[in-house]
């Protein structure tokens, strides 16, 4: 659905996106990470046609972005990182001024800003003044003015900052919603745990460049990182780690600091958590567990251990901005 | 001995406490304006600006004032003659040119801190409202001061010629600097009430226009039988720095002693700055305090709500037609509309004591109303259009607008109209004018028709212009002053230094100059008025050019001027929509 390729963007000499390779499939949803002045806005303003690339190309849906641009705008909805509100509109004015700027019909037009006040919980509101709206309230009328238009991509640059916590699961809720609905997505953020819980695949840029492009599970090799799995035993935890020390799939066990039994009964004792790391390429819970239970060890848990996108992107970017 | 250090301790402690006077009065705030200010290009353009002009005033005035054909000894004696033309010239152009300066250098120092919020901010620091109205007059006076002080070595040098007093020079730059401040202190003080800077710009114009033309007006009509044109001069030399200035520049060529005491007019403007600027420490505390808590934007939540209005043609038209002639916000549009009933009734007056004066029926009076109507259209024309899209960029709703699929032809026209439709109004004064007086047969009727044809090229051509500069800059204020800055140079700057420099050069007539202000508009308005309000019927068009003078001539030139702007305005708009989607941010 969004494919760039070879996209350059300067400003002076300033090399502001730098030779940006990038696939996005229908449907996806696709976090665009990085560190400020990465190159992320420029991407998307570049994608949505306000800027020319000085190098490159984009498409979207087929079309050439810095071709086709009012094919373009028709299949693609974008909210900035900053939302503009013209102040002396009301909400539904508001929509329905996008509507129309959009081409949608006069006798059409109403039921459709309803459609999206109501898909955006907004009904309450349409008749408040734009700059009234909290924080809030005025990023989810930027998600309702991005589907007016009923677009196939949508291109959200930031869409949760700035807003609390309830905000942000209603935000994330509506963003599943709309993936449900067959959008395709590009967002950035900052939250990245935000990212991390929607997001079918990321893309890492730094400096300009696109670091990392793919899932989750894509990352630990790119990275190299081991799996490992946190084992927790009842007792002293040295038999548990006899056991595990002479499987061929393992690489290394190491004792944790030694905690009281967390069920809290008497007589267990205190427990111990063991951190198992496995050969690269190796990855067995199954076998731990078997292991352990036929040596006699009081197993309590075995939990393998997550890649947080925060340590990804940490490893994976050095916090070069421009 | 001991008495010699307490001395010396003394005049120590006295030097210290003059030199941390100005820091002290003026806080942190003086210290970071004068830093952002160096950092500031325009300051650079304008002070550069300046200069040049300043340099070619001086060359031409020093060129024109030469006796180059006579004896030596005869142009000796002249020198004194030259000398006073010259620190005259200066004198007027720093006097005119200075506070102009200060009206558009003040005319952010509150408002910026409004629209960036960081006024509530400083509040929250030991920082008083007072030493932040003062810190902003003071680092961006004493700008204005350094560019003053430019000719002072010049004004040293000429004076060795003879002819001119210390006094005169002193008077001049006092008067000057009084006036500077005076004017400062308004555009800070109309800075608290509005957001963009050209709106504070505009009503300081306004308030000078009130303050030093139309009292002085007024009176003259009001008292014409009871006092004295003497007496009448004396009392408006204390707060009218033109007049001041006048009586000084007749001393000096009269050779007499100078009829208005000069210092006491600078302590007056000085009291009035004073006083100003204690009304804006109060307000801004206000400002700041209401930024802080908000009230402002709670009060906008709480508005009763009107209906919903459907959006119905194309949409960035609908937007522009649905923009209020008039402030939304109630105080403002109360504000607004009481100025506008006091102008209208200060303007019934002047109509009622010329008609007493019997003057109702003279083409001068006809004349004179008719390019003062002109030149408030003109002024509206020349500003509003240019805020069209930098107001859309500063609230950063362009580019959403631009993500659309309207199209960019689309946006302009539909700008234009909006555009056009707002600065109507101002030219209502015009024809109603026209139209009251065609009635008894004081103006002929063709005069609608010519000016109409004067008023659509001139809205064409300045609202093409305001929406190049608006769509090439990204903020309200410099696109305004751009399209201000093109007006000003086409139609006054430029003419009065290209008949400067022919005079100086040619010392003849070549008809260039007369020709090019036969193409000015408000050379336009006082010909047309000029012949339409003739005794008798209509009279003959009295071109700069000479000839033209019957009515198909002059149409056919009118015509032709039209032709000649509109051509230009096209090219504008082209332009414009070439770069309607260049640096959107």
């Known amino acids: 659905m969004i494919e760039i390729k070879k996209l350059t963007k300067t400003f002076g000499s300033l090399v502001a996106v730098d030779h940006l390779d990038l696939f996005i499939g229908a449907g996806d949803i696709f976090g665009f990470i990085g560190p400020n002045g990465a190159g992320k806005t420029t991407t998307m303003r570049i994608l949505v046609t306000l800027l020319e690339p000085t190098y490159g190309a984009a498409f979207i849906d087929g079309l050439d972005v810095g071709k086709k641009g009012k094919e373009v705008r028709r299949r693609v909805g974008y909210m900035p990182d900053f939302m503009g509100v013209y102040d002396d509109l009301k909400v539904f004015e508001y929509l329905e001024f996008f509507a129309a700027a959009f081409g949608i019909e006069y006798a059409k037009r109403k039921a459709i800003v309803d459609g999206v006040l109501e898909l955006t919980d907004l009904v309450s509101k349409q008749d408040a003044l734009v700059d009234s709206l909290s924080r809030g309230m005025q990023q989810r009328l930027g998600l309702a003015r991005v589907l007016i238009h009923d677009p196939k991509v949508l291109i959200l640059d930031e869409p949760a900052s700035g807003l609390d916590p309830r905000a942000r699961i209603e935000m994330r809720e509506l963003l599943r919603e709309l993936k449900r609905m067959g959008k395709t997505i590009m967002i950035s953020s900052h939250i990245l745990s935000e990212l991390e819980e929607i997001c079918d695949r990321i893309g890492i840029i730094e400096h300009g460049k696109l670091v ?106 050095k916090g070069i901005v421009h | 001995m001991k008495n010699m250090m307490d001395l010396e301790t003394t005049s120590l402690r006295w030097r210290w406490w003059a030199a941390s006077l100005l820091p002290r009065l003026a806080g942190p705030i003086f210290d970071k304006e004068m830093r952002v200010s160096s950092r500031r290009r325009r300051n650079y353009v304008l002070r550069f600006l300046y200069i040049g002009l300043f340099t070619f005033l001086a060359s031409v005035v020093w060129l024109d004032s030469l006796v180059r054909s006579t004896s030596s000894v005869y142009q000796a004696s002249r020198m004194a003659a030259a000398g006073q033309t010259i620190v005259t010239a200066i004198l007027w152009f720093q006097f005119l040119t200075a506070p102009a300066i200060a009206a558009v250098m003040l005319s952010t120092s509150i408002s910026d801190e409004i629209y960036k919020r960081t006024l509530g901010v400083l509040m929250t620091t030991p920082i008083g409202s007072f030493q932040i109205v003062i810190g902003k007059l003071m680092s961006r006076l004493l700008q204005i001061v350094l560019l003053l002080a430019i000719s002072l070595p010049l004004l040293a040098v000429v004076r060795v010629f003879g002819g001119v007093p210390w006094s005169f020079l002193l008077c001049g730059l006092c008067v000057t600097l009084t006036t500077v401040i005076f004017v400062g202190s308004l555009s800070l003080f109309f800075s608290i009430f509005t957001r963009q800077a050209y709106a504070a710009i505009i009503e300081t114009v306004l308030a000078m226009g009130f303050l030093f033309g139309g009292i002085p007006v007024l009176l003259a009509f009001l008292t014409d039988k009871v006092v004295s044109p003497p007496t009448l001069m004396r009392w408006l030399s204390y707060f009218n720095p033109f007049v001041v200035m006048g009586a000084a520049m007749e001393a000096l060529y009269m050779a007499r002693p100078a009829v208005v005491a000069w210092p006491l007019h600078c302590a007056v403007m000085l009291g009035l700055s004073a006083l100003l600027l204690l009304l804006a420490t109060i307000l801004v505390r206000r400002a700041a305090l209401r930024q802080a808590g908000g009230i402002v934007d709670a009060n906008r939540g709480t508005n009763p709500p009107s209906t919903i209005r459907r959006v119905q043609g194309p949409p960035v038209l609908w937007k522009e037609r649905r923009a209020p002639l008039f402030g939304r916000r109630k105080l403002r549009r109360v504000a607004e509309i009481v100025s506008g009933v006091v102008i209208l009734g200060l303007l019934l007056l002047t109509y009622g004591l010329c008609y007493r004066a019997n003057l109702l029926r003279d083409t001068e009076t006809h004349v004179m109303y008719g390019v003062v109507f002109f030149s408030v259209g003109v002024l509206f024309t020349v500003i509003l259009p240019a805020t069209c899209i930098t107001t859309e960029k500063e609230s950063q709703t362009w580019p959403l607008l631009l993500t659309t699929t309207v199209s960019n032809w ?46 659509a090229w001139v809205v064409f051509f300045l609202t093409s212009t305001g929406l190049y500069f608006s769509t090439r800059l990204r903020h309200t204020t410099t696109a305004v002053i751009a399209n201000v800055g093109l007006a000003a140079g086409l139609w006054a700057v430029f003419p009065l230094f290209l008949a400067i420099f022919l005079g100086v050069m040619t010392k003849t007539s070549t008809g260039v100059i007369e020709t090019y202000m036969d193409l000015n508009p408000f050379v336009h308005a006082g010909v047309i008025v000029n012949a339409a309000a003739h005794r008798g019927g209509l009279g003959t068009y009295d071109w700069l050019q000479r000839g033209m003078g019957s009515l198909s001539d002059a149409t056919c030139w009118m015509a032709l001027t039209f032709a000649v702007y509109v051509s230009v305005g096209l090219v504008f708009l082209t332009r414009a929509a070439a770069r309607l989607r260049n640096n959107p941010f």
């Open chain 2, 410 to 455: 689309e946006i302009l026209w539909s700008k234009f109209a909006g555009a056009a439709r707002r600065c109507l109004p101002a030219w209502v004064l015009l024809f109603a004018h026209t139209l009251v007086f065609m009635g008894p047969g004081t103006i002929h009727p063709i005069a609608v028709v010519h000016l109409a044809l004067l008023v």
């Open chain 1, 212 to 317: 990392f492009s793919g899932t989750l599970e894509e990352i630990r090799p790119r990275l190299g990182l081991q799996s490992k799995v946190r084992v927790k035993v009842l007792g002293e935890g040295i038999r548990a780690m006899e056991l595990l020390s002479v499987l061929p799939q393992i690489q290394s066990v190491e004792v944790m600091a030694s905690q009281p039994s967390s069920s809290g009964l008497s007589g267990e004792g205190p427990g111990s958590t063991l951190l198992v790391t496995f050969k690269e390429g190796q990855m067995a819970d199954g076998l731990i567990a078997r292991t352990l239970v036929n040596g006699g060890v009081d197993l309590l848990s075995l939990q393998p251990e997550q890649l947080k996108l925060d340590d990804a992107f940490l490893q994976l970017t």
